[in-house]
């Protein structure tokens, strides 16, 4: 998420190394010896806690490589066993992968609503989390969730799996962030039908260059992929590529109904849906300039 994708932090601990000698007495022919055996040790600032692994970062975040701890010349005896060894290897694995600014990161735990709030649209249903999934039951008007942490607004991508669970309308419709703007994806609305973005130089998914028709089956899972870099809004249903239009050229907005799903929100227009595996992450910088030369 690089856009951004910024989008929670990781923690570091400190851990001076040992320095000293190693005082070593003789007598011999009536003379005292007297040496000393040191080392060079090197304070490794960023060497992770051995007492558990670094805290989830955030979505835009991203450090980097961090510097190795390499300390040259220490005694022998200073050495760590393999026993003491082996829990800081196993630490140091976590951290590689949480130091990775492209990985995927998950907005939603499968249990709880952390992270997220439930916007007040008038008229919205009920909200609950139950078996690893969201369900967003059926209101007057909408019901959705709008997520609370930092997201990026250009170069990322982000995943979902959304269900129609009754009703026959949008249930996963998605409003996202498109450098200033926003539009959202709508997922079978108007009927249960029309797909595209809302809105296109003011005009909504049912009447501009992204409207299209899709049948969506009540009480199947469905995964929807959006892609958004400097040059393009892409978006994919099961792998099929459904939308793919160019941001120069155009004005972006969203309807009144989804402002309150901003940033970034998921919402359902009075049918209940459920969402689960959702997650965002920044483009690799050979992913933004290939998706700038497919057109």
């Known amino acids: 998420m690089n856009a951004g994708l910024s989008i929670a932090g990781l923690f570091r601990g400190n851990r001076p190394l040992a320095r000293g000698g190693l005082l070593l007495a003789a007598v011999a022919v009536g ?59 196993q630490a ?21 609503l952390k992270g997220w709030k439930t916007p007040e649209f008038g ?57 200033d703007s926003h539009v959202s994806f709508v997922t079978g609305g108007w009927g249960g039908t029309v797909i595209g973005i809302s809105c296109v130089d003011w005009r909504d998914a049912s009447d501009n260059p992204t409207s299209a028709f899709r049948e969506f089956k009540n009480d199947r899972w469905y995964k929807f992929r959006i ?33 309150p799903c901003r940033p970034l929100g998921i919402a359902s227009w009075c049918t209940t849906g459920a969402v689960r595996n959702i997650r965002i992450r920044l483009l690799k910088p050979e992913e933004i300039k290939q998706a700038a030369e497919e057109h």
Request: negative net charge; contains cysteine.
């Open 123 to 179: 008229g919205e249903g009920k909200v609950e989390v139950k078996d690893g999934q969201i369900i967003l039951h059926a209101g007057q008007t909408m019901t959705g969730i709008v997520y609370e942490g930092k997201v990026p607004t250009t170069n990322y991508e982000l995943e979902l799996e959304g269900k129609r669970i009754s009703g026959s309308d949008f249930f996963a419709t998605t409003t996202f962030p498109v450098g």
């Open 92 to 112: 140091s694995q976590p951290k590689a992968k949480a130091d990775d600014p492209y990985a995927w990161k998950d907005l939603f735990d499968g249990k709880t």
């Open 227 to 259: 892609r958004v870099t400097d040059a393009r809004i892409q978006v994919w249903i099961d792998g099929d590529p459904v939308v793919d239009l160019p941001r120069k050229g155009y004005k972006f907005s969203v309807r009144a109904e989804c402002d």
């Open 31 to 89: 003379g005292l010896l007297w040496g000393a055996h040191g080392g060079t040790g090197i304070l490794c600032a960023d060497e992770p806690q051995k007492s558990s692994p670094p805290a989830a970062r955030g979505i835009c975040g991203g450090e980097g490589n961090q510097p190795a701890c390499v300390s040259a010349g220490q005694p022998a005896q200073s050495t760590p066993s393999p026993k003491e060894s082996a829990p800081q290897q």
